[in-house]
């Protein structure tokens, strides 16, 4: 069983904020894939179903950010999920708006939610990390992540979303480096390559 945990904050008020965008992919994803209707478990909710013949547990923690481990643990042990068979969703500081990468293990770039599930599991998961690009000064990193994204941004938004739901079957078959080179030439297809496309609020 693969573990496909998307992060971001519970409830209305966080619901189109930047931080949240692992949540708004892996649920565009349980909705492309036709996974279960969600439902509460394991301090978050949950989607069931297969994907390439893989069964899947989407995973969103509602425990808010920087206690995502608790979840993402509770439901590993259940189900007895290696952690080289989780895949974490999450927006990156570091990246440009509109870019995809993935790798395994690595540090957690002061991202609190990757900090506190290395702290509950382990650090050698896959991170999928969704670019949303960097204020430009730390001191505002905290009121950028938790501001939604401005109306110019929704375009790219939804396509790396797409990205991840239309390629997650590359998860399914062991091919990780295949699914970031999909995403990049879907992006790169969607107008999405240059900086000034996909503006920034």
Partial sequence: MLLFAGLGNPGAKYAGNRH???????????????LTPWRRRFQGAVSEGEIAGEKVLALCPETFMNESGRAVAEAMRFYKIPLEKVFVFHDELDL??????VKKGGGNAGHNGLRSITAHCGNDYWRVRLGIGHPGDKTLVHAYVLNDFAKVEKPWVEAVCDACADFADLFAKHKPEEFQNRAHLFLEAQGFSDPKQVGNG
């Avoid at 949240?20 to 036709?34: E, P, Q, S």
Wanted: charged content about 30%; hydrophobic content about 45%; overall charge positive.
């Fill in 96 to 101: 440009p708006p509109a870019k995809i990468r």
């Fill in 20 to 34: 949240n965008i692992g949540f708004m992919a892996v649920d565009t994803l349980v909705r492309r894939h036709r």
